[in-house]
């Protein structure tokens, strides 16, 4: 690694430290100061505007192609997973809710952060914290909130998008949220990639990173209806992601 490949590095590993270590208890404490009514509006501001002021330390540009759709009802948005650098994307495009693997609880940092914003934690090797993640993203969605979900589980480091697990299009079904498929693609050579490694690793090696682009492609609600099923519902998600991953990759290569 050159010397300014590990200055940068070094910049970034104390700024994100910084950031998140300032705007934490910032946001708590306005959070403990606004009414009832405010609340979710006072997270979702300071949520954006952490994921944001994060993309910019990491030389992160974020390039958006489909409409997000308004808030006022539920909706469950569905990605492709490739990077931690998806949860400051669609975070600060969508605000909500995100899923989480149960792990991410205990990392430095992040951890505090995601479980203060109230993120679902989930580990899919135990069926009932399966069950109750479900259950609390039926009751999320049924409120007219945001959740935003992996269904792959885990991260991959390809544009082939994996099997999805179900669980999360069940909750949908039950609550009649729209189902929003995005398909996320990082810039060749952009470090992004989050696979057979520690999160401190992962962090160390972006934060190392030169400037990269992701571009976000959002598609057209998918609408539950009454006699439809999760399966389906997985599946006809599953393709559209799929498909909005390959237009992301033209764009981002530059075709387009």
Known sequence: MSVRQQLRRAGRIAGFGALTTAMLPAFLAHERLARAADRDRVRER???AWCGALLRLFGVRVL?????????????VVANHRSTADILVLLRAFGG???SRADLAGWPLVGVAARAVGTVFVDRSDAVSGANAVRAIRD?????????????????????VRPFHAGAFVAALRSGADIIPVGLAYGTGS???????????HLGRMAAATPSDVVMSVGEPIVVRDKARAAQL????????????GEARRMVDGGG
Do not use: C, K, Y
Request: proline fraction near 6%; charge should be negative; glycine fraction near 10%.
């Open 46 to 48: 300071w949520v954006a």
């Open 64 to 76: 958006s192609r489909g409409a997000v759709p308004l808030s006022g009802r539920g909706h469950l």
């Open 97 to 99: 809710h995100m899923v």
């Open 140 to 160: 999320r969605l049924a409120e007219g909130r945001t959740v935003i979900v992996f269904p792959e589980g885990t991260t991959f480091p390809d544009d082939t």
């Open 191 to 201: 470090g992004a990639a989050f696979v057979n490694e520690s999160f401190p690793a």
């Open 234 to 245: 997985r599946d006809h998600a599953h393709a559209e992601v799929q498909r909005l991953v």
